[in-house]
């Protein structure tokens, strides 16, 4: 970035605190749990599912987020699953200002990947009913692009440029006519360049009621339901070289209606990503709504542990 | 501008219309769940009627939904002498189809079901059972 000398630090010091208050609007959910939250959920050996997941996020004052995670989860066991998810494109977008000049940018690229093994420690089976807990563990590798666009902070780079870890412990019953899900996690950041994203504890519940068909007799092989999912997330303030970055961090919590449309091979997903309640550090910017869709495709293949 | 192309779809207004539409649904379809019927309520009926008398039927504990059917139904596949698969959700009832003139162990059936990550139940072979209850075969 180009300044003139004369202004430079008078204007760089009102950009950093003005970059700073954007990217903790936007940050606040990095550590939002996806669509639907890693449930508990049976994951057969040698099954391979593969799951799209574009998402679009918007929050007032013309800053929006957009991407697209791609997740594969392999059953290297009955009991264990590896996932692997992979920010394939994120794209933020913010208003800066820059030399009194304030007009929307975009940092756009790569994200992170988060590598992690699900194990499903305890299960009561029995027809028609599942009753899972399964604990997850995850590494978060530094994949993505940290300097995309360097006219935008660190936090609304597609990547963190750091290693973190996740770890969660998830809960499912399900039902021939319902399912019933949750999930807390904690997930913190390793210090890089300086810079350390505040840590997050989160907690999510799901509810899906089956809308069709209402009679299952017989082979059937496609259903649709009704999902209502909330998720909340509380993230610590940043770091930079020790000091707290102001503006960072904070709480959200969002309510998620949505429909499920699933089929033994593949399965479909809208949802609605709406604020219930939010305290996030932001100079009066809001998170607005948001949208996320998911497509789900299994493969099989009779190699496991 | 990519935001406007994205959003381009997405605005506001539709919101309300999908609560609405899903929350009435849920309301018209609530009954439903009281009326629910308990899943293993007839399982001596099913395999009573079950056809023909070389198909093994046998019980699946822990399978919910349809997405969960593929890979139970790709693990019993991968039994050499099963030709066909079919579940039935409401009775957590596998319908196994032997090709002609082959066998299979129930260990080798309750095997596939625990590496489908399910919990195998009690095995009926129609035929077998038919044929234990003649005394003229005994």
């Known amino acids: 970035m180009r300044l003139s000398h004369g202004c ?53 004052g013309n800053a929006s987020s957009a991407g697209l995670l791609a997740v594969g989860l ?31 940018r975009t940092a756009t690229g790569i994200g992170d990947t988060l590598m992690e093994l699900r194990y499903t420690a305890f299960s009561i089976d029995d027809v028609g009913s599942t009753f899972r807990i399964a604990p ?29 870890q ?49 009679n299952l007799e017989g082979d059937v092989n496609a259903e649709i339901f009704a999902s209502l999912e909330t998720n909340y997330t509380a ?26 449309y699933t089929t033994p091979r593949y399965s479909v997903d809208a949802t609605a990503l709406l604020p219930v309640y939010q305290h996030i550090s932001a100079g009066g910017r809001r998170y607005a709504w948001g949208v996320l869709g998911l497509f789900r495709y299994a493969f099989f293949t009779e190699h496991h542990w | 501008m990519r935001r406007t192309a994205n959003s381009g779809s997405l605005l506001p207004c539709r919101r309300p219309g999908l609560v609405s539409v899903l929350t009435l649904v849920l309301a018209l379809s609530a009954a439903g769940l009281v009326k629910a019927p308990a899943a293993h309520a007839d399982t001596e009926a099913f395999v009573a009627q079950a056809t023909p008398d070389d198909d093994i039927l046998m019980i699946v504990k822990g399978v919910t939904y349809p997405f969960s059917k593929f ?68």
């Open chain 1, 8 to 60: 430079r630090g008078p204007i760089r010091a009102l950009l950093t605190v003005f970059l700073v208050l954007l990217a903790s609007a936007l940050g606040a959910q990095r550590a939002r749990a996806q669509l639907t939250f890693p449930s508990a959920s049976p994951v057969s050996a040698g099954n391979v599912v593969v799951r799209l997941e574009p998402e679009i996020t918007t929050f007032s």
């Open chain 1, 74 to 104: 392999y059953g290297a066991s009955p009991d264990w699953t590896v996932i692997v998810q992979d920010h394939t494109l994120v794209s933020n977008t913010a208003p800066v200002t820059v030399g009194g000049h304030t007009a929307n």
């Open chain 1, 136 to 164: 997850y563990f995850g590494i978060f590798a530094p994949t993505g692009m940290d300097n995309a666009n360097a006219a935008m902070p660190r936090g609304l780079q597609p990547g963190t440029g750091a290693w973190g």
């Open chain 1, 166 to 214: 996740r770890e969660a412990i998830s809960a499912t019953w399900n039902k021939l006519f319902w399912n019933a899900e949750a999930q807390v996690g904690y997930e913190n950041y390793a210090q890089s360049a300086g810079y350390t994203f505040g840590d997050s504890f989160y907690a999510d519940a799901g509810f899906h009621y089956l809308l069709w068909p209402r």
């Open chain 1, 235 to 260: 993230t610590n303030k940043d770091r930079m070289i020790g000091a707290v970055v102001p503006g960072s961090g904070g709480q959200l919590w969002t309510a998620d209606p949505g429909i499920i």
């Open chain 2, 71 to 138: 890979g139970l139904i790709r693990r019993l596949k991968q039994i050499p002498s099963v030709e066909a698969v079919w579940f039935d959700l409401m009775h957590g009832m596998a319908h196994i189809r032997l090709k002609p003139g082959g066998d299979v162990p129930d260990n080798e059936l309750r095997r596939a079901i625990v590496n489908a990550a399910y919990t195998p139940g009690e095995i009926f072979r129609p035929k077998a059972q038919a044929s234990q209850a003649a005394p003229a075969l005994h």
